[in-house]
């Protein structure tokens, strides 16, 4: 089932999510089945499940390749439960990004460009990975809100306060 989006200054957008203790359950499934069918009916890549007003640590994603990110691979969906991530090194690239909770604004934002994650998932087993380019970025932005950031909160200071740089697709 698709449900709607919390706007950038709900509070619920700003506060740490909390871990998830129970899997295998049938909520924990309806509740990625839903952020699934929202994600995709937004025609987005990622989505954590505090945008749709559960506080907890969970994040989907997928892209099935196209015009976002050009040259990009394909990602599975993918459910990321509790998820950790170091970065793999200090290199930095800026790049697009939008936000579901930010309708209508785009903006380089800068991220690492290889991380590590660790994670659970839909059964609570062990998840881990690596990630680079765009699937990097996406797990890094979906894991910010599960740490109450969004990605204009990485803009310079004051750039978070200028007209959209440019419209076009959320996350």
């Not at 203790?21 to 009916?41: G, I």
């Not at 025609?43 to 499940?49: E, Q």
């Not at 991530?85 to 930095?92: R, V, Y």
């Not at 659970?120 to 970025?137: K, T």
């Amino acid at each position: 089932m698709k449900r709607d989006f919390l706007p950038q200054d709900h509070p619920m957008l700003r506060q740490h999510a909390a871990p998830v203790t129970a899997f295998d359950t049938p909520e924990l499934h309806d509740l990625v089945q839903d952020m699934f069918d929202t994600q995709f009916a937004g025609n987005g890549v990622g989505l954590a499940a505090p945008q749709i007003g559960v506080p907890l640590r969970v994040i989907v994603f997928a892209y099935a390749g196209g015009e976002r990110a050009p040259g990009a691979p394909e990602i599975p969906p993918t459910v990321l439960i509790n998820p950790e991530i170091t970065p793999e090194s200090g290199q930095l690239e800026e790049d697009w990004e939008g936000c579901f909770s930010v309708p209508g604004r785009r903006e380089q934002v800068p991220r690492w460009h290889a991380i590590r994650y660790r994670a659970q998932d839909l059964q609570g087993s062990p998840v881990e990975g690596r990630a680079e380019g765009f699937h990097a970025r996406i797990i890094q932005h979906e894991v910010d809100h599960l740490n109450g950031t969004l990605f204009i909160d990485r803009l310079p200071p004051g750039a978070a306060d200028t007209p959209p740089t440019t419209p076009g697709p959320a996350e």
